[in-house]
């Protein structure tokens, strides 16, 4: 009997990997329970291949601490990034089979996602594949190779290089793309995160199934509204009695929650100290006759009082209690 004790975040990580390893002893100790002899048994054994664990059984094992055992992102293991919730449709590369199998296969750089390339079969990532994809049938209606992605029910989620979406702003090599049901979509910078353009249309053209986003993600809709021609200056400031600091907005994750998608930053001055969280969202609003973004925030500061600015918006925040705010 094996007994294994989770104390703490990294014991609870120690443990997945743990049993992964623990497997194929386990597998070994069954077999020497009725040893082969000679030659005979020994090119038997070679020639034998070790059964596959079935995609519920991978998930149970290898995934379920961190994505939750209902596939609701609520696992036990706490992450600075948080885990997908595969319910809501919450995936980083596309929710076709194969974009998920990569996924698995290659793990998410600068997350704790790691890669299971080596310690699960072709058979078995293939498997946690179907099971994973099955927390959320709605919108994994894609099919594989296919470059256009669709938002058919709840919203989408996309990472990767976005062109520039004007003549005067740069390219962005890593980028946040968020189609919504409604038929609009919301274009970020994921480095100091800000909100560039709001667009109407179709979602995104991906051309590049066979990789990892080396090839420039292809927004459809056609733009609305762009923030500050495409190139937003910082938009959060900490105002103190000294004056104001530019703060920057270090991205955290995305995730899909009630039906809203949502983008998790955390403020930092210039020392790199936390000044709080947020969670930013968009709608958007008739003005005018035109419709206009109308950007959410749901802000925690960790300090004893903190004034926020955001562009020429200031609040006052109390500290540890999360107060929500639009522009």
């Not at 703490?8 to 002899?37: E, I, K, T, W, Y």
């Amino acid at each position: 009997m094996v007994i294994l004790a989770v104390r703490s975040q990294h014991d609870s990580m120690r443990l997945v990997f743990s049993l992964c390893c623990l497997l194929p002893l386990l597998g070994a100790c069954a077999d020497s329970r009725n040893p082969q002899s000679g030659n005979q048994g020994q090119a038997e054994a070679a020639t034998e291949q070790s059964p596959s664990l079935s995609g519920k059984k991978v998930y149970e094992l290898m995934c379920s601490m961190c994505h939750g055992e209902t596939g609701d992102g609520k696992g036990i293991v706490v992450l600075k990034t948080k885990a997908r919730s595969f319910v809501d449709g919450g995936f980083s590369f596309g929710n076709t089979p194969d974009a998920v199998y990569r996924t698995i296969s290659n793990g998410i750089g600068g997350t704790e996602m790691p890669p299971f390339q080596e310690s699960l079969s072709e058979a078995e990532r293939r498997a946690v594949t179907e099971y994973v994809l099955a927390f959320n049938p709605e919108n994994s209606q894609e099919r594989a190779g296919d470059p256009v992605m669709r938002v058919t029910g709840k919203p989408l989620i996309v990472r990767g290089h976005l062109p520039s979406v004007s003549d005067k702003a740069p390219e962005r090599p890593r980028g946040i793309l968020i189609g919504t049901a409604d038929g609009l979509s919301w274009e970020y910078r994921a480095d100091d995160v800000r909100l560039l353009a709001m667009r109407r249309g179709g979602f995104v053209e991906r051309s590049d199934w066979g990789g990892r986003g080396g090839t420039p993600l292809k927004p459809l809709g056609e733009v609305l509204w762009l923030n500050q021609g495409g190139d937003p200056a910082p938009p959060w400031r900490l105002l103190t009695e000294e004056g104001e600091e530019t703060l920057t907005a270090k991205l955290s994750g995305t995730t899909i929650r009630e039906g809203r998608a949502l983008v998790l930053i955390r403020l930092e001055g210039a020392d790199k100290e936390r000044v709080g969280t947020a969670e930013l969202w968009c709608s958007s609003s008739m003005e005018g006759g035109k419709l206009k973004p109308v950007r959410h925030f749901q802000f925690v500061g960790s300090r004893e009082a903190v004034a926020i600015q955001y562009e020429d918006l200031k609040i006052n925040f109390v500290p540890g209690l999360p107060k929500e705010f639009s522009k």
